[in-house]
């Protein structure tokens, strides 16, 4: 099976922009969770989707939004991009099957940086 | 945000070695899982753990869940080159995953 797919790997924006990332879930998982890494906070729950729904947030800033399509694939907006948004995002899929529901799975990332 | 407490925050050691990690929280927690990260790259699952007390393997790596449902214990047997990267724990607490600050392993020829 294919592993977790981010698009694009890379990025650079400049303040106050939007961006969208987007992420491909392993064949059969359908949830999609986002997280946030820096080298300050370390890796933090962002949000989590499940059959085109959102299931649980973190604690960041309505900038951040995202959604799920019927076919899993999911997509991440940050709006009004500021300079401490600069981080690797990664996006993770899990099975919805008892105990390896949370087994997830990570994709490569994509590395935002905000000038 | 919060994360778990991971011990020792680095560690270098010569290939050959044995490296234990830990992993503790205030909170018990029900799932504990170890990853691995490469620069550049997301997180690998090595192992997973269900239930206090329980002992896994997966090849040189061994994890353990505490009794206390508060920790968690990573051990890799005879280090290589490859094992080199950051090591991550995560504990699910209702439903989200909870990552620990890591440790950085550095092996020596």
């Known amino acids: 099976k294919a592993g977790v797919t981010q698009t694009p790997r890379y990025l650079i924006k400049t303040r106050g922009q939007q961006v969208t990332l987007s992420c491909s879930p392993i064949?059969?998982?359908?949830?999609v969770s986002w997280y946030q890494q820096t080298p300050g906070q370390g890796l933090q729950f962002l949000f989590e989707y499940f059959s085109e729904t959102q299931r649980n947030k973190g604690n960041f800033p309505g900038r951040f939004s995202g959604r799920q399509f019927s076919n899993s694939r999911s997509e991440m907006n940050v709006s009004t991009l500021e300079l401490g948004d600069s981080a690797l995002y990664l996006c993770?899929?899990?099975?919805?099957?008892?105990?390896?529901?949370?087994?997830?799975?990570f994709g490569p990332g994509t590395r935002l940086t905000v000038t | 945000g919060q994360q778990l407490n991971q011990s020792p925050q680095s560690m270098f050691i010569q290939e050959g070695e044995d490296v234990s990690m830990n992993c503790t929280s205030s909170?018990?927690?029900?799932?504990w899982l170890w990853y691995k990260q490469d620069p550049g790259e997301g997180p690998v699952l090595l192992i997973a753990l269900y239930k206090a007390g329980e002992l896994t393997s997966n090849g040189r790596l061994t994890a353990q869940f505490g009794i206390t449902r508060k920790d968690s214990f990573l051990n890799i047997s005879a280090s290589i080159p490859s094992d080199v990267g950051i090591y991550f724990c995560a504990g699910q607490n209702t439903d989200k995953l909870i990552f620990g600050t890591g440790t950085r392993l550095q092996v020596f020829p």
């Open positions: 064949s059969g998982h359908r949830s």
């Open positions: 993770a899929s899990s099975e919805e099957t008892g105990f390896s529901s949370y087994e997830q799975y």
């Open positions: 909170s018990i927690f029900n799932t």
